[in-house]
């Protein structure tokens, strides 16, 4: 728990970017987050997903025509396939990692928003979601 720091005031936690920990975190009474790992992990090519992390360099995704992450509406997933971002990673292109970045940012922003929603519903502790 949080009970050293004040509850009228924002809590904020540095260095945590993973779903798993966010949600622990949120569970704690954590209200902001600031991380390197969205991008760090966009720049390395892997992705969050609902499945978990995809690591768009592995041999099986050179002839994938699916978006990285079905449903996702992110500029990445909306225009372009897991073959396409693969070759812009093999290539180094610039533009794969700056996608992958993107994408990872949109995925926890969506996370965030159905954390805050279930907060708002006051189901935060029966809130299992996938982890990235």
Known sequence: ECAELPENKPRYLMGVGSTKEIIESVKLGI?????VLPSRNGRTGQLFTSEGRLR???REFRDDN???QE????HLCANFS???LRHLFMSGDILGPVLATIHNIHFLEQFMRRIRN???ESRLQD??????
């Open 31 to 35: 209200d902001l987050f600031d991380c």
């Open 82 to 84: 897991r073959a396409y």
């Open 71 to 74: 449903g996702c509406t992110c």
């Open 56 to 58: 768009i360099l592995a």
């Open 127 to 132: 809130l299992h979601l996938s982890l990235a």
């Open 66 to 68: 699916r978006p990285p």
């Open 118 to 120: 279930a907060i708002s």
